[in-house]
């Protein structure tokens, strides 16, 4: 046990009994637990409970996390990214092991904890901030840079209430961003607010990350995790699968625990999406002859979709929509609609030029529908396939040697020129 | 999988020049999370270092308590009036029940600045970690915190409603004596009882709801076993001490002592309350912190 360690997790564990389908806990009554008394005798003739009513949220977690040390933790819904917070926040208890944490811990698990409607947000800033941990003197201190930060200085008088959730957002989040805990623990709850506070509230917790503060961060915000985090855990059904850079565990969450395909197959026409006579049969992104689950985005791929018709004369055009971030990037849309004179099996391909796409993740919908008067689908299949576009930053890639973040969800290569304007010209003149 | 994350520790002065250097370890605070079995430590110390979310929390009832009422903190006064003027009716006329020679309505006032204290301390702090359960699954912190400051904001009410008893006093032509001046210990005392049977029920509540139906009958039969609408007297010498069992018996005593400094207050029975109450706190924040340590998986 080094003292230069944060956090110790050894076989750290948490069991819930199932209850109803959708609850966590089964709420009990005093009839419940008296009946269970009633029938404990009998409980041996019919074995013990079974094993099956309970879940292991969390089980075995071993880790090491140094100070100063950012750690995104991954992983699908219910792999136990949440549990493992509430385990080392002490929210809860664990069922079995033990973790050392030294170091003040703030958690910031919801967003605007302890707030209160009928108080104004100056009277919030308090309440919150002395929950979250913050003395009532740490606050008076910082109270006009919060209120600055949160960007509500006329509203600081008025109840919360009155607020737009917008306003609230960001002033619970300020009170949060100005913690100064030896180790924060932050839950998905960056998925709130504009895009524009978003963004400042990543830097200010980069701001965290960089001062010798040790994060641990659970998100799905891959390019958030790879960009703060120098360090990521890959968690699914309770058990940790990878702990490495966040890079490569991020790559890894991609191709296996989200199940993620660049290729879709469906080999029974029984079964594949479509309606009587049209029935889509592959799509896949391709990387020359290979699937492209981790697509390069300085190199061109290609879409490839097969489908299969089963009555002469079918007029209709294929799009498929690729997804970044939660927008639609760009369609891609055959410009006509094509006739399918004869029935048959037909491959549409399509080429995405290298220096397209943003580095992340998409997912691609595939649509095929006429439309005649009107619109007729004859099949919508979203998330058809999914990738991770990255880049390789050799420095040929669009952001050339810039290497932070960049916003977008696409980043097409565009020409730029520069030259010099003549000294005794109007540097505002030519441009009407 | 073991730990070794050896490759990718993250700040090391040695390496990244730009880095500050760790924190300084000897400093900080350590703690073990992991299961524990039985009886869990009370662990004062921890309450002491969050005393400042009390208070905070303390306010916040105080200032939401009232809101969006017409009447505001008037309330604090119309309740326990309200249920005076009913008492006087029906068993001051129509019952005729004695008051130690005193008139009723000052007779049943006394008794009810104590009563409506804690009938609504115990209904209000034990659906408190319910009503906040946004808190208790998102934040650590004492949960004790929570019931404990329903209760202490009740004491602000509890003040409020003892100026009418101070009106009260002088209308019926009995100024306040120098027992007056010893409220504050039946306070304490009261504030003592309502805690401990709050923690009991607010941590009853989040594993059985029932509580939230048993209440209503348990503060009506209370009311009735202690003596706020009869006199102390009615009740036989032997079955007294018995009688002081119930914590409220040696507040309400002692509130009519203070109020109107007739008869002084039976020490036995005092005795009784006292100890009984300083168990039922004891044994209630035992409870507490053995059921605080799922509590936001049962909630």
């Given amino acids: 046990m080094s003292s230069d360690h944060a956090i110790e997790a050894e076989g750290l564990g948490k069991r819930y009994r199932l209850g109803a389908p959708g609850e966590q806990y089964q709420y009990r009554t005093l009839r419940d637990t008296l009946a269970n008394l009633a029938r404990a005798p009998f409980r041996r003739r019919t074995g013990p409970r079974a094993e099956a009513s309970f879940l292991w949220a969390l089980r075995d977690a071993n880790f090491v996390i140094q100070h100063g ?35 003040r811990m703030a958690s910031l698990l919801e967003v605007g904890t302890g707030f209160h409607p009928e108080m104004t947000g100056r009277e919030n800033i308090f309440l919150s901030g002395v929950i979250l941990g913050m003395t009532r003197g740490e ?21 919360v209430k009155r607020y737009s959730s917008g306003m609230y957002v960001r002033l ?85 625990a989200a199940g993620a395909s660049a290729v879709r197959l469906w080999t029974d026409p029984a079964t594949a999406p479509g309606v009587e006579g049209f029935k889509l049969r592959a799509v896949a992104l391709m990387d ?3 699937p492209a689950t981790v697509a390069q985005v300085d190199e061109p791929h290609e879409l490839v979709i097969r489908y299969a018709t089963q009555r002469p004369d079918m007029r209709f055009r294929l799009v498929a929509a690729f997804n970044s971030q939660g927008v639609c990037a760009f369609p891609a849309l055959q410009p006509r609609e094509i006739l399918h004179a004869q029935p048959g099996t037909f491959e549409a391909r399509v080429m995405l030029p290298a220096n397209l796409l943003a ?36 420095g040929e890639s669009v952001r050339g040697d810039y290497a932070e973040g960049l916003a977008g969800v696409m980043r097409p290569q565009l020409e730029w020129r520069q030259s010099p304007w003549p000294e005794d010209a109007d540097p505002t003149g030519g441009l009407g | 999988m073991t730990a070794t994350p050896g490759s990718t520790t993250g700040v090391a002065p040695a390496q990244e020049g730009a880095a500050p250097a760790p924190p300084p370890a000897v400093n900080l605070p350590t703690f073990v999370i992991r299961p524990h079995r039985g009886l869990v430590a009370l662990d004062l110390g921890e309450l002491w270092a969050y005393r400042e979310l009390l208070w905070t929390l303390v ?60 009938s609504r301390a115990l209904t209000e702090a034990s659906m408190s970690l319910i009503a906040q359960d946004r808190l208790v699954t998102k934040v650590y912190f004492p949960r004790m915190m929570v019931p404990s400051a329903v209760v202490l904001s009740g004491v602000a009410d509890l003040a409020i409603a003892l100026l009418l008893a101070l009106a009260l006093m002088l209308y019926y032509g009995h100024p306040p004596g120098p027992a007056f001046a010893a409220i504050p210990l039946f306070v304490l005392l009261a504030v003592i009882a309502a805690c401990g049977i709050s923690l009991w029920l607010s941590a009853l509540n989040v594993s059985y709801r029932d509580v939230r139906y048993v209440l209503p009958f348990l503060t009506q039969l209370w009311l009735y076993a202690t003596p706020v609408v009869y006199p102390m007297s009615l009740i036989p010498q032997k079955w007294r001490l018995w009688a002081g069992l119930n914590p409220m018996c040696g507040v309400v005593d002692g509130f009519r002592w203070c109020i109107l400094g007739t008869r002084a207050p039976d020490l036995g029975v005092l005795a009784v309350s006292s100890a009984v109450s300083v168990v039922l706190l004891v044994s209630g924040a035992a409870y507490f912190r053995h059921v605080e340590r799922t509590m936001a998986d049962r909630i």
């Avoid at chain 1, 992983?75 to 949440?82: E, P």
């Avoid at chain 1, 200010?204 to 390019?223: A, E, I, Y």
Wanted: charged share 20%.
């Fill in chain 1, 69 to 103: 040390q950012a750690v995104g933790f991954i992983g699908r819904n219910g792999a136990g990214k949440s549990t493992l917070l509430k385990l080392l926040s002490r929210i809860t208890e664990p069922t079995e092991g033990r973790a050392v944490v030294r170091g």
């Fill in chain 2, 59 to 118: 306010w916040r009832e105080l200032k939401v308590r009232y809101k969006q009422t017409a009447i505001g903190a008037a309330w604090a006064v119309v309740q326990p009036a309200f249920s005076m003027v009913l008492f006087a009716i029906v068993f001051g006329k129509l019952a005729q029940l004695p008051s130690d020679g005193a008139p009723y309505p000052l007779f049943s006032y006394a008794a009810l600045v104590p009563w409506q204290f804690f």
């Fill in chain 1, 139 to 159: 606050i008076r201190r910082k109270l006009d840079e919060i209120v600055a930060f949160a960007e509500v200085e006329k509203f600081v008088d008025t109840p």
């Fill in chain 1, 288 to 290: 020359g002859a290979a």
């Fill in chain 1, 359 to 394: 580095e992340g993740e998409y997912n691609v919908d595939i649509s095929v529908f006429a439309s005649r008067g009107k619109k007729s689908h004859f099949c919508r299949v979203p998330d058809a396939i999914a990738f991770q576009a990255v880049d390789p930053m050799t």
């Fill in chain 1, 172 to 256: 619970a989040f300020a009170v949060a961003a100005h913690l100064e805990p030896d180790i924060l623990l932050v839950d998905e709850v960056l998925a709130v607010g504009d895009l524009q506070f978003q963004k400042k509230c990543l830097s200010k917790m980069q701001d965290v990350g960089t001062s010798g503060r040790t994060v641990l961060f659970v998100s799905h915000n891959m390019p958030a995790i790879t960009r703060l985090c120098s360090r990521a855990i890959l968690l699914d059904q309770g058990r940790i699968v990878a702990d490495g850079s966040a890079e490569e565990v991020v790559h890894k969450y991609f191709v296996t």
